[in-house]
């Protein structure tokens, strides 16, 4: 059973001064079939403070921890847990033109290209608080 704070850690980087992160996270039952658990959002200049954004370095590799919400679910045997890494949810999620400039006002977008790490030296993953209901019964 996982029940408690879910989030998500990205090792990622982008070739933009700015960007957004959006993670789904799904339960998938033995039928195919996915069921949506929740959605995390960030932006980028704000990974390390809400008071203090700071722009990227194009390129670098840098951690996101991304919230995905306290959950308190069964999952069964043989089902699957899917992540989807996106870099918008507009208009959920307001527009990011990925300049590094203003958002709002701003006309002049750029694409971003992104790259989430997956190696020992930049670990993404899904943490899941597991609690083991076999002492419960």
């Keep these: 059973m996982v029940m408690?704070?879910?989030?998500?850690?990205l090792q990622a980087s982008s070739s933009a001064k700015d960007t957004d992160w959006v993670v789904y996270w799904r339960v998938v039952d033995d039928q195919g079939e996915a069921v949506p658990l929740g959605r995390g959002t960030l932006r980028a200049r704000f990974r390390d403070s809400a008071s203090y954004p700071e722009l990227l370095t194009e390129n670098d590799i840098y951690q996101y921890s991304i919230d995905l919400w306290h959950m308190g679910i069964q999952i069964e045997k043989?089902?699957?847990i899917r992540l989807e890494v996106a870099s918008a949810c507009f208009p959920a999620f307001s527009r990011n033109l990925n300049t590094g400039g203003d958002n709002e006002r701003g006309t002049d977008?750029?694409?971003?290209?992104?790259?989430v790490f997956h190696s020992q030296d930049h670990a993404s993953f899904l943490a899941l608080p597991v609690l083991d209901m076999t002492d419960y019964q």
């Excluded at 408690?4 to 850690?9: E, L, Q, T, Y």
């Excluded at 977008?109 to 790259?115: G, M, N, S, T």
Aim: aromatic share 12%; no cysteine.
């Design 78 to 80: 043989g089902w699957r």
């Design 4 to 9: 408690g704070p879910v989030s998500v850690v």
């Design 109 to 115: 977008f750029i694409k971003a290209r992104q790259k």
